[in-house]
C-alpha cells in the first residue's frame, strides 16, 4: 500500500475522497460520516466482493481527538507540582529503606510511571463520597504503594515516622506494609492487590455485586465507580481476563479499568516484538468493552493533525514495543533517524524540532490532559465497562538510573548523582548538601501545594485509600431456627449436605437477615440438591428473565429475577470466590452486612483458588465457604479429580479461617449459629469453612451432656462413651465427617469380638484444636514461672483410658496435627494417595479407613502396649477380612 500511495494519482484520488469526507464530516457530524462509511463498505461488498479485513483494533492514536478533547479543569502548574512532591517521598520512601537496611525491597519505577495516572484521579476523579452519598472502590497497583504512601504523607494522613518504616512494621510505632494489606493496615488498605490478577477479577465482581444490592434493594444507586488501576504485564494472568465478558454483558457501565501500559514487567518488555496496547484493546473491544486509548501526549497532537496522508500513524502502528522501548532510552538523533529516516515525508514532518525536543515528546499516560480526557469520557460513558490504555515510560524521570531499562524493576538504589538529577528535573526544594540521605520533604500545611490537594479532596469527599467498618452489628440469630436440628432425624436418613441446604432455606426466611444471606454457586446447585432454592429465593439476573423457562410448569423451575437472591456463577470456582469476597467485605466497603455462603466442590476450593481465599482472610472477609460432598472416600465413583482428601490440610495455612469437618446436623447448626454471632454481631475479623458430605445417614439427637456446644466449636467432645462397664481393654476413637460411622462400627465390633471398651470422640476441628495446643506451648514457653495452661486436647482426654485412634476422610496429617497432646501415641487412619471412581465401602477399603481397619488399628495399639497377644491380631487380620498385601494406597 506504502508503495501504491505514492503513484500521483493514487494520492489525487484518495485526497479527493479524504476531501469529501471532510465535508460530510463538517456538515452531518462523526455519527453522519460512520453511517456513510459502514454504507460504503456494504456497497463495497455486495457489487465487486470487496472484503475489508476483520480486525478489532483501531489505528495506534488516541482514541480521543485533541479537538474533542475537555479543557483540563484545575491548574496544571500546581497539580504538577504536588506530583513531582509525591514522586520525591515514593522514591525518597524506597531509597532510604535500602539505605537502612540493605534488601529490603520496594520498588520505584512503577509508581514513576503511573504518578500521572494517579494524581488526575485523585484531583478530580476518585470519591471518597460524592455528592449523593457514594463513593467510588478503588483497587491501586500493589507495586505502587509507595506512591499511595508518599501521597497520604503530604495530606498528613501518614506521619514521618511511619514512611521511615517503610517495609519494617515491627519497628517501634509500626511501619509501613510493602503492598495493600488490610489485614496489616485496616484503617487504610481495603483491597490486597498485589498477586496480580486479583485485583482485576475482583473489581469486576465488585461491580457486579454493587448492581446486584441496588436491585435487591440493599443499597441506593448514586453513581459511584469501581476503579482498578493494572500493570500491563499483570494483563497477562488468567484472572485478569477470565471475566471480562461478565462485565460486558452485565453491562457494567461502573467499572474502568485504567492500565498502566508501560510496556515492561519484571524481567523487560511485555510484549517486545508486539504492542500490548493493540492486543488489549482488541481483546476487551472485542469482549464489548468500551475502549479508550492514550497513547501520545500533547506535544503530538499538531503532527497528528497534520498527517493528512496517515503516514504517520502508519508508521506509530509498524513499531513494536521492544522497539519502542529502546526510543525511550535513546537520544533525540536515534529516535529521528530510526522512526522518522523510513520515509522523507516523516523526516520533513519533524524538521521543525531539536533532537532534545524529540527526546521529549510526551506520551499519553504521563499527559495530565489526555489522561483527564481519558477519565472523563470514562465516568460519562454509559453501557458497557471502560478500559483505559495510557502509554507511559516504567522508571518515568529516573533518567540513567532506570528509565525505560529492563533493569527498572529491581531499581531501588540511587547514587547521589542520579538523586540530584531527579530531585533537579522535579524541582524539589532540596539543598545538595542533604541529598545523600534522601530527605523527605513536605511543605507546610499552609502552602499552595498543600492547600490545592487537601481542597481537592475536600471537594472529592475525603481520603483514598482508606478502609472503615461502616456496617453496625446485627443482633444475634433466635435460637428456634437451629432447635430442629437439635433434635436429630429420628432413624430418617439426610445428609449433611442436606442439613446444611435446609438450614440455609431457614436462615433465608429470617425477616432480618434473610435478605442479607448471598448464596453463591458456581452451577452446582443440583448437585447440592440445592435447586428448591431456585424457586424460593430466585436467581439473580440483571435483566429478569427474558425466556419462558423449560422447566415453568414444574414446582422448582428455574427461575431468574431481577431481585433473585442466588448468585448463580456458572463454572467460575474464581468468579463465585470473588463474589463471595465482595459480599463478605460489604460490612466494610458498603456498610451492609451481607453474609455470604460459598458452595462449590471442595476440591475446587483451595486447591483451585487458594490465593483468592487467602485475600479473603487479608481482607478480613466474613461469610462461610462450604466445600460439598467433601471427603475422600464419602463421594462414591467420582475419582480422582473429584475426592478431596486434603481441603482441611490447606485450610490450616490460612490463620483466620475457622474449618469444620462436621459429622451431624446438630453440630452444623451450633457451629453456623456461632459463626454467624463471631463474624456479625461480634464482628471478629473471621471466616467459615465447612465440609459437608452427600452420604444420607441418620441424623442424631445432640448429647445431653455439658460442654458438648463448647467441645463442637472448640474441635472435639465426646459423642458416644462405651457403655462397656468393667472391660480391661480400652480405647478412644475420634471420628468426623461421613467417617464418624465407620468409628461407630468400629465401636461396636471392638466391645462385641474383642472386648474392649471404646470412646467415640467426634472431632469437628483438627485445625482448632492445633491452633490452641500451639498457643498453649507458646504461653508456657514464654512464661515459664506461671502455672501452664493445658491444650484443650489434653484437658479433655486426660483421664481417658487406653490407646488413640483416629480416623479421618483426610490426610493423615490432620489428625496428626494433635498427636502431641494426646496423652498417649495416637494411630492416625487418613487418605493420602489419589483418588479412585469406587463405591464407598471399596474406597474406605482401600484407603484403610473403616470400620475393621479402625479395629484393627485398636487391637495394634493394644497390642503395641503387650495388653494383647500377637495371635489375637493375626486372627483379628483373617476375621476382619483384610489383605496384608493390598497395595498401598498412598503411591498406588
Ligand atoms: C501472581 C504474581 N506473580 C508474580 C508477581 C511478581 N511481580 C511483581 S511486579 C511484577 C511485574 C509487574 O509488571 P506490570 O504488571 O507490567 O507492572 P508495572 O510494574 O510495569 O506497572 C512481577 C512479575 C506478583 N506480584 N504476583
Ligand atoms: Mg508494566
Known sequence: MAETQTNGLEVLETREWL?????????????????????????????????????????????????????????????????????WNALAMVVRANKIQEGIGGHISTYASAATLYEVAFNHFLHARNESGDRDIVYFQGHAAPGMYGRAYLEGRIPKQKLENFRRELQPGGGLSSYPHPWLMPDFWEFPTVSMGLGPIQAIYQARFIKYLENRGLKESRGGKVWAFLGDGEMDEPESLGSITLASRERLDNLIFVVNCNLQRLDGPVRGNGKIIQELEAILRGAGWNVIKAIWGTDWDSLIQNDRDGLLVRRMGEITDGQYQKYFVESGAYFRQNFFGTDPRLLKMVEHLSDEQLA????????????????????????????????????????????????????????????????????????????????????????????????????????????????????????????EFYKGTDGR???????????????????????????????????????????????????????????????LYYKEAKNGQILEEGITEAGSMCSFIAAGTA?????????????????????????????????????FLVGGTAGRTTLAGEGLQHQ??????????????????????????????????RMYVDQESIFYYLTVTNEPLPMPEMPNAPNVREGILKG???FKPSQKKDAKLHAQLFGSGTIMYEVLKAQQILEEKYDVAADVWSVTSYKELYRDGNDCERWNMLHPASVPKMPYVTQTLKDAPGVFVAASDYMKVLPESIAQWVPRRLVCLGTDGFGRSESRAALRDFFEVDAKHVVLATLTALQREQQIKPEVLRQAIRDLKINPEKPNPVVA
Open 19 to 87: 476531501d469529501s469526507l471532510d465535508y460530510v464530516l463538517s456538515k452531518g457530524g462523526p455519527d453522519r460520516a460512520g453511517r456513510l462509511l459502514q454504507q460504503l463498505a456494504l456497497h463495497a461488498r455486495s457489487a465487486a466482493g470487496v472484503n475489508l479485513p476483520f480486525t478489532a483494533t483501531t489505528p495506534y492514536q488516541n482514541t480521543i481527538p485533541a479537538r474533542q478533547q475537555p479543557p483540563f479543569p484545575g491548574s496544571q502548574e500546581m497539580e504538577r507540582r504536588i506530583k513531582s512532591l509525591v514522586r
Open 360 to 483: 521529549r515528546m510526551r506520551l499519553g499516560g504521563h499527559d495530565p490532559i489526555k489522561v483527564h480526557a481519558a477519565y472523563k469520557a470514562a465516568v460519562e460513558h454509559t453501557g458497557s465497562p471502560t478500559l483505559i490504555l495510557a502509554k507511559t515510560i516504567k522508571g518515568y524521570g529516573l533518567g540513567e538510573a532506570g528509565e525505560g531499562k529492563n533493569i527498572t524493576h529491581q531499581q531501588k538504589k540511587l547514587n547521589d548523582d542520579e538523586l540530584r538529577i531527579f530531585r533537579s528535573r522535579f524541582g524539589i526544594p532540596i539543598p545538595d548538601a542533604e541529598l545523600h540521605d534522601a530527605p523527605f520533604y513536605r511543605p507546610s500545611d499552609d502552602s499552595a501545594e498543600i492547600q490545592y490537594m487537601q481542597e481537592r479532596r475536600k471537594q472529592l469527599g475525603g481520603y483514598l485509600p482508606e478502609r472503615k467498618v461502616r456496617a453496625t452489628p446485627l443482633k444475634a440469630l433466635p435460637e428456634s431456627h437451629f432447635e
Open 493 to 555: 436418613e439426610a445428609s449433611t449436605t442436606m442439613v446444611f441446604v435446609r438450614l440455609l432455606s431457614k436462615l433465608l426466611r429470617d425477616p432480618e437477615i434473610g435478605k442479607l444471606i448471598v448464596p453463591i454457586i458456581p452451577d452446582e446447585a443440583r448437585t447440592f440438591g440445592m435447586e428448591a432454592l431456585f424457586r424460593q429465593v430466585g436467581i439473580y439476573s440483571s435483566v429478569g428473565q427474558l425466556y419462558e423457562p423449560v422447566d415453568m410448569d414444574t414446582l
Open 587 to 623: 460490612y466494610a466497603n458498603h456498610g451492609i452486612n451481607t453474609i455470604p455462603f460459598f458452595i462449590y466442590y471442595s476440591m475446587f476450593g483451595f486447591q483451585r483458588i487458594g490465593d483468592l481465599i487467602w485475600a479473603a482472610g487479608d481482607m478480613r472477609c466474613r461469610g
Open 644 to 677: 478431596d482428601g486434603h481441603s482441611h490440610v490447606l485450610a490450616l495455612s490460612l490463620p483466620n479461617l475457622r474449618a469444620y469437618d462436621p459429622a451431624f446436623a446438630y453440630e452444623i447448626a451450633v457451629i453456623i449459629q456461632d459463626g454467624i454471632k
Open 716 to 718: 472435639m467432645y465426646c
